[in-house]
């Protein structure tokens, strides 16, 4: 962005570097007495970098000066629970039932550009409806770590709680739980870790119809871990896709329930370029756990030398904010 320095003269703006520090968050401000039209972001004289919550007031002459702001962060003191409903507004606050936002989507931008989570749980939960379009989750929540952010449902009723929409968590760091919905989509995938990003799921999902598309898929280094038992009451392409040294991982001791007679059209489960499905089952004391195996291969008269693959290397971080100046 470029933004315009008010008043006639120009000035002196700063010489050497001068620091900003507030929310613990600290930028640097260099600018060696640009003169008219000079771009500080494109110019030898330096950047602007803000954080959150921080102000850079740049004087131009005696009387005006520029100034830009970021929005803070709030810090969580507690577990901290945010509204969504068909029936809300994007508009709303978000913190009570009765002012809930209307979009997954925004729950997660508000939550990702606005909060610390500062070691607590950040739950959005979601009234009874159906759910459409992406969420997207694209970076790592400030902090906060594994589980930090939980999208919840209808315990009582899962199915009452559906979202028709992509679930995507990409980049390395990135992370969502879900838990008491149902995931269901005509057109896509139901769930798509990719990049590194994490998706986790806990008691009460199942899985509906994913008409054309995979109910999860991981691909790129990411993983999908199911931490409980879920049920598959709809039809899919496929139910499971681990890709490009992805993971699907079923913690020991769950169940996978299937409902009725759902049809997967293509395969159940299927793994591709060092993609794993792994199972832990659960073990007896007595019982010494088998010895792992890392590859098989159908037997032949002459071994075949294994197929390589390289496992793609993590998106770089996203940007930190820059502010450029033209006076």
């Known amino acids: 962005m470029t933004d315009t320095l008010p008043g006639t003269s120009p000035g002196v703006l700063a010489q050497g570097w001068s620091t900003i520090a507030e929310n613990n968050d600290t930028s640097a401000l260099y600018a060696f007495s640009p003169g008219s039209g000079t771009d500080l972001n494109g110019s030898s004289t330096g950047t602007i970098i803000l954080g959150p919550g921080q102000r850079c007031a740049v004087f131009s002459d005696g009387s005006n000066y520029w100034a830009k702001d970021l929005p803070g962060r709030t810090r969580l003191g507690a577990n901290a629970t945010f509204y969504v409903s068909t029936t809300g507004s994007d508009s709303n606050t978000g913190l009570a039932s009765g002012t809930p936002w209307a979009t997954i989507q925004h729950a997660i931008t508000v939550l990702a550009n606005s909060y610390d989570l500062n070691g607590f749980t950040a739950t959005i939960s979601l009234a009874n409806g159906t759910y459409s379009g ?60 990719e990049y590194g990003g994490v998706i986790q799921l806990n008691a009460g999902i199942i899985f509906g119809t994913s008409t054309s598309q995979t109910h999860m898929v991981s691909g790129y280094s990411a993983a999908i871990i199911a931490n409980n038992g879920y049920t598959i009451s709809g039809n899919a392409a496929a139910h499971i896709e681990a890709e490009s040294c992805s993971t699907f991982l079923l913690q020991a001791g769950n169940t996978v329930t299937l409902t009725g007679t759902p049809a997967f059209s293509n395969q159940f489960a299927f793994a591709t370029a060092e993609g794993s499905l792994p199972a832990r089952p659960a073990r007896s004391a007595a019982r010494p756990p088998a010895p792992a195996i890392s590859r098989r291969r159908a037997a032949s008269s002459t071994p075949a030398a294994p197929a390589r693959h390289f496992c793609p290397a993590m998106p770089p971080a996203a940007p930190t904010t820059e502010v450029s100046i033209t006076n």
């Open 134 to 193: 992406t969420a997207t989750v694209s970076q790592p929540w400030v902090g906060g770590g594994v589980n930090s952010v939980l999208i919840n449902g209808n315990s009582g009723s899962p199915s009452s709680t559906i979202i028709s929409g992509t679930v995507m968590v990409q980049g390395s760091g990135s992370n969502l739980t879900l838990e008491n919905l149902e995931l269901a989509n005509t057109s896509n995938n139901c769930l798509q870790a």
